[in-house]
């Protein structure tokens, strides 16, 4: 777990420290399981194809790319959900439904099955992140909330650290134990963690500063006084004006291309590395970690820095390039081992770090239900880049026997969010009517 600030007890600094671990570390852990219910279809897919030989490339893109169907349909009302309900019951009722549905990949025989399943999961966690994005408003002032998004995404490269040679371990190890493949041991195996936190989360999980017992009532007023100071800056929204606000619908652009970056890159890069000669599913598993390993301090370098100077846009455009230059250098020397890992590790990093830098600029918006909804409204849109940009590539890798040509558009999407960033959103972040 990444180092959490704290400072002398009684200081404001000293506050925030003492929420940040006792929720943070909760959220992180629980982010690691969805993510990893998530994408360990990638390692799956090492071994599934030649069991469920109708699974082609293109099968596998488009249906790893539908979950966020099942996300985009139902992401707005979960959130709106989550406000009303309280987040300790909707994020465990989350976590639950979307373990029980990720261990039932086990029974996967044909496309139809693996499409349906993985729209099925969609469903199910659709609203975990965007309502862990809302829930740390509940807590941390614009200001602090870099910092705060980038310790909870770290989960992200977490996963990628731990779950990636855990994957290729499950792969390798328990093919065939009590009768099941290695790639269904890795969906049963890893979907239990989902199931059990989700039990767990509504006592460990506070709904927001005053149904926190673990806060005295002079920490509860200096939370609540620093974010009423905030709230005067925003407005609620009519949701039908919401959706359709150009500013919002910005961001979803910018998050869209990100999101392509990392379903483009992440749903693949077990493959790509297999690709470079490397044929054993453990040693794949271990260079998965590697560029994942990078990403993770990026993320929190770029978060702080950004925090620090208050300044977002170029932070996330130099990120996303970088991403884009990452992925290019990979293609190009995608038979070297060597340099393709150097490519890959440079892209992640830049795809990573932009997720920390994004959030703050919407969230510092919206207040109430228009952040709940605005939120999960930016991304689901944002997120149909996560059910584009694997099928692109596995289209064009099936058409062409090679993986590039797709990560070739990957990393233009990169740049064009890099460049949407610099060239449409202003130094000071408001929506009209919304902000002052």
């Known amino acids: 777990m990444p180092t959490l600030p704290t400072t002398a007890r009684g200081s404001e600094a000293g506050v925030y420290g003492k929420v940040a671990w006792r929720i943070i570390p909760l959220l992180f852990v629980c982010y690691i399981a969805a993510y990893l219910d998530r994408v360990n279809v990638s390692f799956a897919k090492l071994q599934m194809q030649t ?12 249906g790893t790319g539908i979950f966020f169907l099942g996300y985009f349909v139902f992401e707005v009302p979960s959130n709106i959900l989550l406000e009303k309900l309280g987040a300790r019951l909707w994020i465990a009722r989350i976590m639950i439904t979307w373990g029980i549905i990720s261990t039932t990949m086990i029974f996967v025989n044909s496309p139809w099955a693996f499409y349906g399943l993985r729209l099925l999961l969609g469903f199910a966690e659709a609203g975990f992140f965007p309502g862990v994005i809302l829930y740390l408003t509940y807590w941390f002032p614009s200001r602090r909330r870099g910092e705060m998004v980038a310790l909870f995404m770290m989960a992200i490269a977490l996963t990628g650290v731990v779950g990636a040679p855990l994957s290729g371990w499950i792969l390798h190890q328990f093919s065939g134990a009590t ?10 195996v890893e979907g239990i963690p989902s199931i059990t936190l989700g039990i767990f989360v509504p006592w460990l999980l506070a709904d927001g500063v005053r149904s926190a017992n673990w806060l005295n009532e002079e920490e509860k007023q200096l939370l609540e006084q620093n974010l009423q100071a905030e709230e005067v800056r925003k407005d609620q929204l009519p949701l039908a004006e919401l959706f359709f606000n150009p500013h919002l619908i910005l961001f979803a652009a910018i998050y869209f291309c990100s999101t392509m970056g990392l379903y483009g890159t992440g749903f693949w890069i077990p493959q790509l590395i297999k690709n470079t000669g490397i044929q054993d599913s453990l040693e794949v598993g271990l260079l998965t970690a590697i560029p994942y390993s990078f990403g993770a301090i990026a993320m929190l370098v770029l978060g702080r820095s950004s925090d620090r100077s208050g300044e977002r846009r170029r932070h996330f455009a130099l990120a996303s390039f970088l991403g884009a230059t990452g992925i290019v250098i990979s293609n190009l020397f995608r038979q070297n081992t060597l340099v393709a890992m150097i490519g890959l590790t440079l892209a992640t990093m830049g795809i990573l770090a932009t997720f920390p830098l994004f959030w703050p600029m919407p969230t510092e918006m919206l207040a109430g239900t228009s952040a709940a909804a605005g939120i999960a409204w930016v991304n689901s849109l944002g997120n149909l880049g996560g059910f584009l940009a694997p099928f692109i590539v596995g289209w064009f890798t099936d058409l062409t026997k090679r993986s590039d040509y797709g990560l070739y558009i990957i990393a233009g999407a990169l740049v064009l969010g890099s460049l949407l960033v610099l060239g449409f959103v202003p130094r000071k972040t408001v929506i009209s009517g919304v902000g002052h």
């Open 51 to 62: 069991d469920v030989p109708a699974i082609s490339d293109t099968v596998f893109g488009l």
């Open 179 to 188: 009768g099941l493949k290695g790639w269904q041991m890795l969906f049963l």
